[in-house]
């Protein structure tokens, strides 16, 4: 039980900052949205700051997986694992595009928020790419001289283009496609 509510605040709060954005959404709306409430929202989340960081913090655990489970045993493993992160981040795009955009357009605006909740809340999987993109560096599969932190945001930066551009192109493209194309570049700029 929860877990439920918990989960209804989250997706609740989804979709209310997704329409409404950071200014616009309240609290009162969410509960209502997640059909309980203020009160019981307030006792899984302290604030309405803390609540859009734990949705971010929600999405961001589904990346982490993908290199929990990640191999190294061969070159073949790598290029696995970077394509099934390219798969998910494309999915988790797809499926909270609205909030993408949403933030994206209001970044400027609430630019302290958007680092201390997105920085913060996808740190711990950034640095787990970070830190498999070393690993493959001392397996001999990524060249000495890549960075891996700007390696990752590169392709980070990529597919986040690729979502946002995704209504002018496609009629061009695929999504899969793209993402191939993407891991494609990706990996032909940073093997060895």
Do not use: W
Not at 101 to 119: A, D, N, Y
Not at 126 to 143: C, N
Not at 158 to 174: D, Q, W
Not at 187 to 192: A, F
């Amino acid at each position: 039980m929860i877990t439920d509510t918990r989960e209804r605040i989250l997706n609740a709060a989804m979709r209310v900052f997704a329409r409404d954005g950071v200014a616009g959404a309240t609290t009162r709306e969410i509960a209502r949205v997640a059909r309980v409430n203020e009160v019981t929202l307030f006792r899984y989340f302290k604030n309405k700051n803390e609540l859009l960081r734990q949705m971010v913090l929600h999405n961001c655990t589904r990346y982490e997986q993908v290199f929990a489970e990640a191999s190294l045993q061969s070159k073949e493993d790598f290029r696995r694992t970077i394509q099934s992160f390219a798969d998910t981040m494309g999915r988790k795009l797809d499926d909270n595009e609205d909030m993408v955009r949403t933030f994206i357009g209001e970044m400027k605006r609430h630019l302290k928020l958007s680092r201390r909740i997105f920085v913060q809340a996808s740190k711990q999987s950034r640095e787990k790419f970070i830190a498999y993109i070393t690993a493959a560096q001392q397996a001999g599969y990524v060249r000495k001289e890549v960075d891996p932190v700007t390696a990752t945001d590169a392709l980070y930066g990529m597919l986040m283009s690729g979502a946002l551009r995704r209504p002018l192109t496609e009629s061009l493209y695929s999504k899969q496609q793209y993402a191939e194309t993407c891991v494609d570049l990706f990996l032909k700029g940073i093997e060895r």
